[in-house]
């Protein structure tokens, strides 16, 4: 019983991180329709601008989160006003093909700059070496790295959250996901919109890899298997909402810890898909995909 407590903090922990990870490609593809392949490759430039502030400066990865956040906010917004948005109305697979192209792009440059040796943070709190890294609760052992992390998470998907739906911005973003030629006749200057939500995409993301190098390591290879799991979680908790995403994060997370508690390695990944089919079979719109977008509509 203690193992599968342990296996389940350990998912709830990482499903929040997951969370923060896929709620900007959530908010990308529900705003603009846009499946933004190169994702992972913002993470993965964001732990890389957090792992160099610790390197040089011994800055904290969770100060470091903020500045490679702000530095892809810019990188995003660039990309998206200079590059995406001139085919934002182009069919689907012309986007999917740029942002496949940028994520090459992303993936080899890091390859070529910082080698494709696996990297992390250390700090005293998530060191192997350090003997309170973890504290007790009952018989299960939570880490304070990871503890930090997760808090970090939820809390960056709160203010999300409350961006959006209070901020005459958040709101300028979601009429503009809802109805673009609306917004426009509103006054919305629909292509810094979507610049400025691809922003805001890409600095969680980018806020988000300085955590993954906090509690793990990582690579430049690894900007693929976080696209994925951002679009597994996009489609599991509903596009668009940022409360889905992390109720897709969460499931995900404990899904897989399960999964690694009890079967072999090469299983995990076929549960949490089969997870993913069986919601999607009971929930086409996701788990809570409908009800967002329904409360949506009443609001207006």
Do not use: K
Request: aromatic share 10%; proline share 3%; charged share 5%.
């Amino acid at each position: 019983m203690s193992a599968l407590a342990q296996a389940t903090v350990y998912g709830l922990l990482q499903g929040g991180l997951l969370a923060m990870i896929a709620v900007g490609f959530s908010l990308v593809w529900g705003v603009m329709n846009v499946i933004n392949l190169a994702h992972g490759g913002y993470v993965l430039l964001g732990a890389y601008i957090a792992w160099e502030l610790h390197a040089a400066w011994g800055l904290d990865p969770l100060i470091g989160a903020v500045t490679g956040g702000l530095v892809m906010f810019g990188v995003g917004y660039v990309v998206q006003r200079l590059l995406v948005n001139q085919i934002v109305n182009a069919p689907i697979f012309l986007t999917l093909l740029l942002t496949f192209g940028l994520q090459l792009v992303l993936v080899q440059g890091m390859a070529v700059v910082f080698s494709a040796d696996y990297r992390s943070i250390a700090t005293p709190y998530a060191s192997q070496a350090f003997t309170l890294q973890s504290f007790g609760l009952a018989d299960v052992r939570v880490p304070y790295g990871r503890l930090l992390a997760f808090v970090v998470a939820v809390l960056a998907t709160a203010a999300l959250v409350v961006f959006t739906q209070r901020s005459r911005t958040g709101l300028a973003i979601l009429a503009t996901g809802m109805d673009r030629t609306a917004a426009r006749l509103m006054g919305i200057n629909a292509r810094h919109v979507y610049a400025l939500t691809a922003g805001i995409a890409a600095a969680l993301a980018g806020a988000a890899g300085a955590l993954v190098g906090l509690v793990g390591t990582f690579s430049p290879p690894d900007a693929a298997r976080f696209t994925l799991l951002s679009f597994v979680i996009s489609v599991l908790g509903g596009l668009g909402n940022m409360y889905g995403a992390l109720l897709g994060g969460l499931v995900l997370g404990v899904v897989q810890a399960w999964a690694g508690q009890y079967l072999p390695g090469t299983w995990v990944n076929a549960v949490a898909f089969a997870v993913l089919v069986g919601v999607l079979i009971v929930r086409p719109a996701g788990l809570a995909g409908r009800a967002f977008y329904e409360a949506r509509v009443e609001a207006t």
